[in-house]
């Protein structure tokens, strides 16, 4: 029925850059919100950054000034530029979107993850 599916992942080095997009696709009424979240081994998942329907964000404190979200909502897609990278920042990151169905029935969808990996 619905489907999010985020991509962009991999392996680089300390300083560099990467850019996360996630879709959701399907029987889909409205995205009213999408987040990224990561998860570090032996962490548990913790938000990373969000935008709600109106455009406003909140990011963690530890990637403020690194890493910009940000939505194309003709295309139910979303976006993570993460700059500067470093090898904390290592983790699985994973799209959360928050939507309404065909059916208007309101839930959080979640990807399947993607790899990233910052080496020093």
């Known amino acids: 029925q619905v489907q999010v599916v985020e991509s962009g992942g991999g392996l680089v080095q300390a300083g560099g850059s990467l850019r996360l997009s996630c879709v959701a696709s399907?029987?889909?009424?409205?995205?009213?919100?999408m987040g990224w979240y990561r998860q570090a081994p032996g962490k548990e998942r913790e938000l990373v950054a969000s935008?709600?329907?109106?455009?406003?964000?909140n990011y963690a404190d530890s990637v403020k000034g690194r890493f910009t979200i940000s939505r194309d909502s003709a295309k139910n897609a979303g976006y993570l530029q993460m700059n500067s990278l470093k090898p904390e920042d290592t983790a699985v990151y994973y799209c959360?979107?928050?939507?309404?169905?065909?059916?208007?029935?309101?839930?959080?969808?979640w990807g399947q993850g993607t790899q990233v990996t910052v080496s020093s």
């Open positions: 935008m709600n329907s109106r455009g406003t964000t």
């Open positions: 399907g029987s889909i009424f409205s995205v009213n919100a």
């Open positions: 959360n979107a928050n939507l309404l169905d065909s059916m208007r029935y309101r839930r959080d969808y």
